[in-house]
């Protein structure tokens, strides 16, 4: 659990150091829509079915791997596993080295998906009409988390009723490790619906 912690706390590190703008200069500008979001990274954690050795596993951190590439083998008694990547992708966690014994369903390392950091945002119905598909955003990580403002763009809304409309919002930074640990944080959207944060 330790160790999640500090890939949590590396990957935070790296988001600051992809931070765009001062919060000072988004309170200058007008037709700013702030809306609470989440931070969501796409990725896939390699988990073993049954207790077993690893026997081998793609690495370190950092490593690029392709949809379809062996990630993980694990064996035990002339029995082995294979766990293949779902997606293109990086390396952002390590949790069992070569020689470990795996318990059934721990996770042993975490690929997230490149290009895979975004923010879900609900926004008020009303200004629907001002969103726009490539407005800029940025996006500041709140709580023990808090880092930002880190830059990024909408890239799809929906309607979800009469009052609201979700937005998904890509961040414009790399796949830090330790990225999977920062799943569901809480952060704040800052639209610009002029689209003229730069």
């Given at each position: 659990m330790r160790a999640n912690r500090l890939g949590?706390?590396?990957?935070?590190?790296?988001?600051?150091?992809?931070?765009?703008?001062?919060?000072?200069?988004?309170?200058?500008?007008?037709?700013?829509?702030?809306?609470?979001?989440?931070?969501?990274?796409?990725?896939?954690?390699?988990?073993?079915?049954?207790?077993?050795?690893?026997?081998?596993?793609?690495?370190?951190?950092?490593?690029?791997?392709?949809?379809?590439?062996?990630?993980?083998?694990?064996?035990?008694?002339?029995?082995?596993?294979?766990?293949?990547a779902p997606f293109d992708g990086t390396v952002v966690e390590i949790r069992a080295a070569p020689g470990d014994v795996a318990s059934t369903r721990m996770p042993v390392l975490v690929v997230a998906e490149r290009g895979a950091i975004e923010a879900e945002a609900t926004v008020p119905a009303e200004h629907a009409d001002a969103l726009r598909e490539g407005a800029p955003v940025?996006?500041?990580?709140?709580?023990?988390?808090?880092v930002g403002p880190v830059r990024g763009r909408v890239v799809w809304m929906a309607t979800t009723d009469t009052r609201a409309v979700a937005v998904r919002i890509r961040l414009e930074v790399p796949v830090p490790p330790g990225a999977g640990g920062l799943d569901?944080?809480?952060?704040?959207?800052?639209?610009?619906?002029?689209?003229?944060?730069?």
């Open positions: 949590v706390a590396a990957a935070v590190v790296v988001l600051a150091a992809a931070g765009g703008l001062g919060a000072r200069e988004l309170l200058r500008r007008p037709r700013l829509l702030r809306a609470p979001a989440v931070l969501r990274v796409r990725h896939f954690e390699a988990v073993a079915r049954t207790a077993a050795r690893v026997l081998w596993r793609a690495g370190p951190v950092g490593t690029r791997v392709r949809q379809g590439q062996k990630l993980l083998e694990l064996g035990e008694r002339n029995k082995s596993q294979a766990l293949y940025m996006v500041r990580l709140r709580g023990r988390h808090a569901g944080l809480p952060c704040d959207a800052t639209i610009d619906l002029r689209g003229t944060i730069d």
